[in-house]
């Protein structure tokens, strides 16, 4: 039987926030290179219905985080760059959360 973690109110803000920006930035960066939905889910190798969900942050919290990677690869970022990725995302976050990332003046 599975334990239920709890989780401060602060922390579950941010995670869905990091969920929302996540969301818009694979959106942002698919339409920025004209691509559509479906193109992008054949490029990455996901559903279409799968990609639909990420995009409008409607997947289940247990959501395969390999789906995720691909997505993010077939958008152009190598496996050293998905850092870069999630550090766009991580500053959508913050902005909208009105903090700052670790070691950013």
């Known amino acids: 039987m599975k334990r239920e973690r709890t989780i401060s109110p602060e922390l579950r803000r941010r995670i869905e926030e990091r969920r929302r920006c996540n969301a818009l930035a694979v959106a942002r960066l698919r339409t920025e290179k ?26 289940p919290h247990d959501y395969r985080m390999q789906h ?24 959508m976050v ?11 003046p």
């Open 34 to 59: 004209g691509w559509t939905q479906a193109e992008l889910a054949e490029r990455a190798g996901v559903s279409l219905r799968w990609l639909k969900a990420l995009e409008s942050n409607q997947l």
């Open 68 to 91: 995720e990677i691909r997505v993010v690869m077939a958008l152009g970022f190598g496996l050293y760059e998905l850092k870069d990725f999630y550090g766009l995302v991580d500053d």
């Open 94 to 104: 913050n902005k909208n959360l009105g903090q700052r990332r670790k070691g950013k």
